[in-house]
C-alpha cells in the first residue's frame, strides 16, 4: 500500500493497529545517496573497526535523505498455518508545515538517483505528495514556540490567533516601536479605538503590511486592548495576508481560545507526520528484520529521532532504546548453517535460493485490502517490496533452523531460543574479521597481528606496495587514504622482518597494527584532554547514558560466521551500500537474547531522546 501525505492521516490508524497485532516487522529504506566523500572502498574499509565504521557513516552518509520507507507486518495465523502480511510503502519529504518550521537541507547522490530512476522510482510522489516529518528536537522547539505565540504572537502562521485572556499568567508586555514604524502603529490604535466605540460594526479588517509590522499589532493589542478583542491573521486566495479584528465577549473568547489550541496541536501533529509511524513500532518492542540494516537504524534514529551521538557506545545505548529488539538476515544468512548453502547474500540472490532445497518458503497471504506482491515479478529497491521479502527470508532462515530442533518444528516463533542468538547484531559489510556490531555490549577486538600500517608519498598506487611486500608473498592492500593503507600477511612470523627492513627508509613508514591503534588511541585521549575543560564530566556523562545495559546480559548465546570468498562486484552493488561486496569471517563471541523494554528502560530512554 502506497502511502503519500495526501492519505497518510486516513491511514496511520490502519498502520497502528497492524503494528500493534505484528508478530514481526520487516522494515528497508531508500536513500538519496551513499556518501558525500570517501569512495565506496574507503568508506567500506575491510580492517575498519566498528568505531571507525560508525564514524565513517554518520560523517559522510547522514547528510542524505531516506525519502521511501518499506513497512511490512507479519501475523502467524495458527488456523491457515501461514502470515498474513500488510505491506506499506511511506514516501518521505521534509516539507514546512508552516514559516517557523524547519527548512531542512539534504544532499543528493547522482548515481544513487540514476540508479533509482531506472528502478522505475517515482520521484513525484516523495517531492509534490511526501509526508512531512520532525524529529523529537524539532517537535519540542515548536511546541515551545507555540506557548510563547500566545503571548508574542509574531503572525508567521498561515492562520495565526492572539487571545487576551484576563487569567493569562503573564502581564502585557509594553511593545518596543521603533521610530519609523510609530505613525503606522498610532494609526493602527486610532482605527482600533474607533471600531470600539462603534457599537454596530463586528469586524475591522486592516490594510496589508508585512509580517514585521503584524507583529507589532499583535504586540499592541495585547499592551492596548487586552479584553474584548480577537485578532487573526488570514491569507487571501492570491497569498495575500490581512489582519482581521472581531469583537468578542468572555464565552467567545474562550471558544476561539479552545479552537485555536486544537488546530495548534492538529496542525503540529500534521508536522510531525511519519516520525509518528516510527514512534509506534518503537512503542510496540517488536521485533524489527532488516536485510544490511546498519544505515537503515541510523538513517531511521537521526532522520526521525535524533542527532546521532559521537560515541558508538552512545549510539548502541540509543538504538536500543528506540528499537530494543532487532534482527539483520544479511548476518543471519552469512552464518551456520546457512553459509555452507548460501554462495550469495544479496537480497535479492538470498530471496531466490531459499526457494529452493533444502528450505521450504513459507505460506503468505496479504491481508484484505491491501495489494500482494509477486516475487517472481519483484519490485526490487521498492522499499515496501524489499521489506516484504527481507520478512520472507527471515521465516525461511528461522523455520529451517526448527527443522534442527527435536522434536522438529515446520514454524518457529519469534520468540524462540533458535534465532534469539542473532537479536541485535548489525552486519558489518566487508570487515573480514568483525561480522557484526553488537548492540547488546562488547564488540569483538580481533588482534590483527598480521596487519601492517603503512604511510607513504600520496603519488604511490597499489602496484608500489605490492612492490615493496613483494618478498613476504601474498598480501592484501586496504586502503585508508591517499597516503596510508593497511596491508595484510599470509604469514604473522613476518610482520616483525617487515617492520625491521623498513626502519631507516624515508620515503614510507610501517609499524604494525597494534602499535598504529595505541598511536592513534594516544592522540585522541590528548586532543580532548586539550579542547575539552569538562572532559571528566564528560566521561562521567558516559557512563550515565548507558541505560543500564549490564542488566540485559543474561542468556549467553553464541553465532558462528565463516569466511565467504570474495566475488566480483556487479555495477548495482556498487551504486548502492546496501549490496553485497564480501562476506565476514568467523568469529566465535557470546550473545544475549534482548529482552522487551522495561518501565525504566522507558524512562532512561526518554531521557536521552527528549
Not at 538517483?113 to 524529529?135: E, H, M, S, T
Not at 457599537?199 to 509580517?211: A, D, I, N, S
Amino acid at each position: 500500500m502506497d502511502i503519500t501525505w495526501s492519505n497518510f492521516k486516513k491511514q496511520l490508524p490502519v498502520v497502528c493497529q497492524a503494528i500493534a497485532e505484528a508478530d514481526f516487522l520487516a522494515i528497508d529504506g531508500e536513500f538519496s545517496g551513499i556518501s558525500d566523500g570517501p569512495s565506496f572502498t574507503t568508506l567500506t574499509n575491510s580492517l575498519d573497526t566498528p568505531e571507525e565504521r560508525y564514524e565513517k557513516l554518520k560523517a559522510h552518509s547522514m547528510e542524505f535523505l531516506l525519502f521511501q520507507f518499506g513497512l511490512c507486518t507479519f501475523k502467524y495465523d495458527d488456523v491457515k498455518a501461514k502470515y498474513i502480511i500488510k505491506s506499506f510503502n511511506f514516501y518521505i519529504f521534509p516539507r514546512p508545515f508552516n514559516r517557523n518550521s524547519p527548512d531542512k537541507k539534504f544532499v543528493c547522490q547522482s548515481s544513487s538517483i540514476d540508479f533509482l530512476a531506472n528502478q522505475g522510482f517515482d520521484f513525484n510522489k516523495v517531492f509534490r505528495d511526501g509526508i512531512p516529518y520532525l524529529n523529537q528536537e524539532e517537535e519540542r522547539l515548536l511546541r515551545d514556540q507555540q506557548e510563547e505565540k500566545r503571548y508574542h504572537t509574531n503572525g508567521a502562521s498561515t492562520t495565526c490567533y492572539m487571545y487576551i485572556s484576563p487569567d493569562a499568567s503573564r502581564a502585557p508586555v509594553v511593545p518596543v516601536i521603533p521610530d519609523d514604524q510609530k505613525d503606522f502603529i498610532d494609526k493602527i490604535v486610532e482605527s482600533v479605538d474607533e471600531f470600539l466605540k462603534d457599537e454596530e460594526k463586528k469586524v475591522l479588517q486592516l490594510e496589508p503590511c508585512t509580517g514585521y509590522q503584524r507583529k507589532l499589532i499583535y504586540q499592541t493589542m495585547n499592551w492596548k486592548f487586552p479584553r474584548g478583542t480577537h485578532v487573526e491573521t488570514v491569507e487571501s486566495p492570491n497569498n495575500e495576508r490581512r489582519m482581521i479584528i472581531t469583537k468578542v465577549d468572555e464565552d467567545e473568547r474562550k471558544n476561539k481560545e479552545i479552537q485555536k489550541k486544537v488546530k495548534e496541536q492538529e496542525d503540529l501533529n500534521n508536522a510531525v507526520g511519519f516520525s509518528r509511524v516510527i514512534q509506534a513500532i518503537s512503542s510496540s518492542s517488536k521485533l524489527v528484520v532488516g536485510h544490511n540494516m546498519m544505515l537503515d537504524i541510523m538513517h531511521t534514529i537521526h532522520q526521525f529521532y535524533c542527532q546521532l551521538p559521537n560515541d558508538l557506545e552512545e549510539f548502541k545505548s540509543l538504538t536500543n532504546c528506540v528499537f530494543p529488539r532487532v534482527l539483520d538476515t544479511k548476518l543471519m544468512a552469512s552464518t551456520q548453517p546457512f553459509k555452507a548453502i548460501i554462495s550469495h547474500t544479496v537480497l535479492a540472490e538470498l530471496e531466490k535460493r531459499l526457494q529452493m532445497p533444502p528450505f521450504n518458503p513459507p505460506k503468505v497471504e496479504s491481508a484484505e485490502g491491501f495489494p500482494s506482491y509477486d516475487t517472481a515479478v519483484g519490485q526490487l529497491h521498492e522499499a515496501g517490496y524489499d521489506a516484504y521479502i527481507t520478512g520472507l527470508c527471515f521465516i525461511t532462515m528461522a523455520d529451517y533452523l526448527g527443522s534442527f530442533l527435536s522434536p522438529p518444528q515446520t514454524h518457529v516463533s519469534v520468540q524462540s531460543d533458535v534465532i534469539s542468538p542473532f537479536f541485535n547484531k548489525l552486519f558489518l559489510m566487508r570487515i573480514t574479521d568483525i561480522p557484526y556490531l553488537n548492540l547488546d555490549g562488547p564488540d569483538l577486538l580481533p588482534t590483527r597481528d598480521n596487519v601492517l600500517h603503512v604511510t607513504f608519498p600520496k603519488e604511490w598506487k597499489a602496484s608500489d606496495l605490492y612492490q615493496l611486500f613483494s618478498a613476504f608473498g601474498k598480501i592484501q592492500v586496504s586502503w585508508i587514504d591517499d597516503t596510508s593503507a593497511f596491508v595484510t600477511l599470509t604469514q604473522t612470523d613476518q610482520v616483525q622482518i617487515a617492520v625491521n627492513i623498513s626502519r631507516f627508509a624515508e620515503s614510507y613508514c610501517v609499524q604494525k597494527y597494534a602499535e598504529y591503534v595505541a598511536k592513534k588511541d594516544r592522540q585522541s585521549l590528548s586532543k580532548r584532554k586539550r579542547t575539552d575543560d569538562g572532559w571528566m564530566d564528560f566521561e562521567r556523562k558516559r557512563t550515565k547514558t548507558q541505560y543500564n545495559l549490564d542488566q540485559t546480559f543474561s542468556t549467553k548465546k553464541s553465532i558462528n560466521s565463516v569466511e565467504e570468498e570474495p566475488r566480483p562486484v556487479s555495477p548495482e552493488e556498487s551504486e548502492v551500500l546496501k549490496e553485497d561486496t564480501a562476506s565476514p569471517t568467523a568469529s566465535d563471541a557470546a550473545e544475549s537474547s534482548k529482552r522487551p523494554k522495561t518501565e525504566t528502560d522507558q524512562a532512561e530512554c526518554s531521557k536521552h531522546l527528549l
